[in-house]
């Protein structure tokens, strides 16, 4: 068995994202087949209990096409005349005690950004992007999955259908940032008219709306 959180977009404009905790069977194993059964396990016994019945995982495991569309492995972004993956520019953006950022990793595949050995540590101190530097305390990673989403018209659209978002491959013991927390956000962000779903933001714009979020034990996890 297992412990893992999904992510409920809220209409309380003070709490916009709802996280719950719920227990399910869980497949052992790194083969997508044993990550789609505890999938499974884990949205039956979420529309169990909540009773909701639109559920999407977004992960590269997703049984969903749109789930994987919406990874952060997946999206990408367009900056400056060039397309980068979310991921890749994550990753890329960190800044260390001691070096970072690493743009090169920019242009990497996502999966060759995530398995950089620069960024395979535990001092994270900052991000910057492309010369702009962000405190911990901002959300840089929702920020980018909400410039991701607001450059893609239909995905956007899409993932307000949704009642819940999962992501099998987040344990929240080791990591801090969930795209399927982002999703959440950016679909309770839209629906209580905080964000407008037709506009084209200015990544500016998107920035000043995105909530604050004070990361706690920070140092301890890698991200």
């Known amino acids: 068995m297992a412990n893992r959180p999904f992510f409920i977009p809220s209409i309380n404009k003070e709490d916009l994202v709802e996280t719950q905790t719920l227990e399910f069977k869980w ?7 044993q990550k789609q059964k505890s999938i499974l396990s884990f949205h039956k016994n979420i529309s169990k209990e909540f009773k909701f019945n639109k559920i999407l995982e977004i992960s590269t495991k997703s049984e969903s096409n749109l789930g994987i569309k919406l990874s952060a492995f997946n999206l990408k972004i367009k900056f400056k005349e060039k397309e980068y993956f979310l991921e890749s ?41 492309f010369g702009e530097t962000f405190s911990l305390d901002f959300d840089f990673y929702s920020w980018l999955y909400f410039i991701a989403l ?12 949704y009642e819940a978002f999962t992501d ?18 950016y679909s ?19 920035k000043n709306l995105i909530p604050s979020k004070k990361f706690k034990n920070y140092q301890q996890k890698l991200i």
């Open 89 to 129: 520019l994550f990753q890329g953006s960190k800044i260390f005690s001691d070096q970072g950022p690493n743009e090169d990793i920019y242009e990497k595949s996502s999966i060759d950004a995530k398995k950089d050995k620069r960024i395979k540590r535990s001092d994270l101190k900052a991000f910057n992007f």
């Open 168 to 185: 099998i491959e987040f344990n929240p013991e080791k990591s801090l940032n969930c795209q399927a927390y982002s999703a959440a956000l």
């Open 27 to 33: 497949f052992s194993g790194f083969a997508k087949t």
């Open 150 to 161: 607001n450059q893609n018209e239909k995905l956007k659209v899409e993932i307000l259908n």
């Open 188 to 206: 309770s962000m839209v629906k209580n008219k905080i964000l407008d779903n037709n506009k084209e933001y200015k990544l500016e714009e998107l």
